[in-house]
């Protein structure tokens, strides 16, 4: 795999100052920053003690001799967190004060023997800097101290900017997606009344003598699918766009008793609707997910449609039953996906959007609920499941 790796080119170009001694502290290599750092050359300090060759100070002498010793002595890393040695300037005999992190590291032979021990010097002065000391006679270590205080305060600063922002282009992704998805559904479910409508007007118009009244039925009966499509797909892009509704108190039975005198259903209507569920949310999007629920109930029922009121604390349960062909376990995540139309749905109601479960879904979700498929026995059971306003118990 292409040329070998020049370990000394490596080793010279690395920033930090980083000398290579042997067990009994011999200086074998250094690199350039170490050179550049102490102005010195090779020859001045190869074959040297470590101790010596670079004029340090005993305090740190001491330190780095019990340092390199402990790694010989254990074959460990070994860190000593900050020692000062002051580095000569531009002017000579002129001194710079500096601060270092010290790190001791082993290197083994193939015999499992200590071979080398790689001293590596990172100034750590500039973390000092600009930082003031808790008194005027602040030590080294409490000013460094609070320098890493208030590194670790900026980090958690820049840590939850950085989850705030994830959220905020997660959110803008969603936004996103949910465009495409409307666009989608606007575009196909218009697609095909429209086919029908361009369809029905050309045969009318190279049959001029034909009795128009058959087709002008068809073209309402278009006419009147696209209508409800539009209808529901102006819901939905409300649903993602516009401002929320001021949420209002809603009693859960008073609606459904006021929507089915309002719009009475074409089937039986059966109601066991307990009194005082309370709910926080829009009682005309409330309305349209009772409306959507008692149109799918009436395009599959047999006989008659049950509506239940009922409470299972924290939640308010709105529940629409009935006694049709039911749903397939499979099917129950299925209808509540935009435009999807299971084969009774098309048979029963050709004219239907496809989109009022999912509408109601929608909504549901929006207050904090859900909207769902549950097991029933003989038919189907829909369930709005909504937190209780507060003070509803």
Request: one cysteine or more.
């Amino acid at each position: 795999m292409g040329d070998a790796l020049d370990y000394a080119a490596v080793f010279n170009a690395t920033p930090t100052p980083c000398t290579v001694v042997t067990p009994d502290l011999t200086i074998v290599a250094v690199n350039d920053a170490c050179l550049r750092t102490t102005h010195l050359s090779r020859p001045d300090v190869i074959g040297r003690s470590v101790l010596t060759a670079f004029s340090s100070p005993s305090a740190f002498v001491e330190t780095l001799r019990a340092s390199l010793e402990h790694v010989a002595r254990t074959g460990t890393v070994d860190v000593v967190p900050l020692l000062r040695h002051d580095v000569e300037s531009g002017r000579r005999g002129a001194y710079e004060e500096r601060y270092w992190t010290l790190v001791h590291v082993p290197v083994f032979g193939r015999d499992g023997e200590l071979s080398w021990i790689v001293c590596w010097a990172e100034d750590v002065t500039p973390l000092l800097e600009g930082t003031p000391p808790v008194d005027e006679h602040g030590d080294p270590e409490t000013r460094l101290h609070h320098r890493a205080r208030d590194l670790l305060e900026l980090s958690t600063r820049l840590k939850r900017a950085y989850r705030q922002e994830q959220r905020t282009v997660s959110a803008l992704h969603e936004a996103i997606e949910h465009q495409q998805r409307f666009l989608f559904d606007a575009t196909h479910d218009l697609r095909n009344p429209i086919t029908g409508l361009m369809t029905e007007l050309e045969v009318a118009l190279t049959e001029p003598e034909a009795d128009l009244r058959p087709v002008l039925h068809k073209l309402r009966r278009d006419v009147e699918r696209l209508d409800d499509i539009v209808a529901d797909l102006l819901v939905l892009a409300r649903l993602y766009t516009a401002t929320p509704p001021v949420t209002d108190r809603v009693d859960l039975a008073r609606l459904v008793m006021e929507e089915l005198e309002t719009h009475p259903p074409s089937a039986e209507v059966i109601t066991r609707l307990d009194s005082g569920v309370v709910v926080r949310a829009s009682r005309v999007r409330l309305a349209r997910v009772l409306s959507n629920l008692v149109a799918n109930a009436e395009r599959h029922t047999t006989s008659r449609i049950e509506i239940l009121v009922r409470t299972e604390p924290p939640f308010a349960f709105l529940e629409v039953v009935d006694d049709g062909a039911g749903i397939a376990p499979e099917d129950r995540e299925k209808i509540f996906q935009r435009a999807y139309r299971g084969l009774d749905a098309r048979t029963r109601d050709p004219g239907g959007s496809g989109f009022g479960l999912a509408i109601g879904r929608e909504i549901a979700q929006a207050y904090g609920g859900d909207l769902y498929a549950a097991d029933q026995p003989g038919g189907a059971r829909l369930v709005m499941r909504l937190p209780l306003a507060p003070g509803t118990g």
